[in-house]
């Protein structure tokens, strides 16, 4: 079992629609990501937040909301996206901010599909 | 020209095979290396961290090269399960982990 939990695994939204990507790590970290892959693409840092509080921002169009209401939970609200957003969209978690690579833990993943 | 290069592939290669694949950074100051592979429709998964010294965990050997500015992994005896695609992750000076696109393996019966 995942210690980072992400539902739904599969949307498929309209463009007019909002909906609610959710997060949760079981780990105990500190620090919560949020990531984009599009196909044959490197993955894209979005967010991250250490202890609930938003650290980078790196530079994600406002059509993509996040929260992090506890160390614990993080949501990505998203609306009025475009077909280009649609992508495999990854949280992750790790102990504190510093995230090396080999202490960061992915979640399996929200496949969005904006139509 | 991008931070982490790879060749996408695929690289299709009969089971049994050995295979090598290369990763380029730009940042000479990058601090940490990192092979992942991540399976169709997955999350990247950790394989091995890449050490100065190069280091091997059973059939998988991954080197560095710090005056090139590339890292490797070489695949022995592939098998089947090793189908995949392989990221490269560096971690640059300001404790950033820049991903690379991922090399697509194929292993052929």
């Known amino acids: 079992e995942t210690g980072v939990t992400q539902t739904p695994r599969h949307l498929v939204m309209g463009m007019t629609n909002k909906k609610s990507l959710k997060c949760e790590q079981h780990l105990g970290h500190n620090a919560m990501y949020w990531y984009k892959q599009s196909a044959k693409k490197p993955l894209e840092l979005m967010f991250v937040y250490s202890l609930e509080e938003r650290v980078e921002n790196n530079s994600v169009p406002s059509r993509f909301s996040p929260e992090c209401p506890n160390s614990s939970h993080l949501f990505l609200h998203l609306h009025t996206l475009q077909p280009e957003d649609s992508a495999l969209y990854l949280c992750?978690?790790?102990?504190?901010?510093?995230?090396?690579?080999?202490?960061?833990?992915f979640g399996e993943g929200s496949w969005l599909t904006v139509v | 020209r991008k931070e982490v290069e790879q060749d996408p592939g695929p690289f299709n290669v009969p089971e049994g095979a050995t295979v090598a694949f290369n990763c380029t950074y730009s940042?000479?100051?990058?601090?940490?290396f990192f092979w992942y592979r991540q399976d169709c429709r997955k999350e990247p998964k950790l394989l091995m961290s890449v050490y100065s010294s190069g280091n091997e965990d059973g059939r998988f050997t991954a080197q560095l090269n710090r005056a090139s500015q590339y890292i490797s992994l070489l695949i022995r005896d592939s098998k089947l399960s090793d189908s995949a695609t392989y990221l490269c992750?560096?971690?640059?000076?300001?404790?950033?982990?820049?991903w690379g696109a991922g090399t697509k393996l194929i292993i052929k019966p």
């Open positions: 992750a978690s790790s102990q504190n901010r510093v995230a090396t690579g080999n202490t960061i833990y």
């Open positions: 992750v560096v971690m640059d000076s300001n404790y950033q982990l820049i």
């Open positions: 940042n000479s100051a990058s601090q940490s």
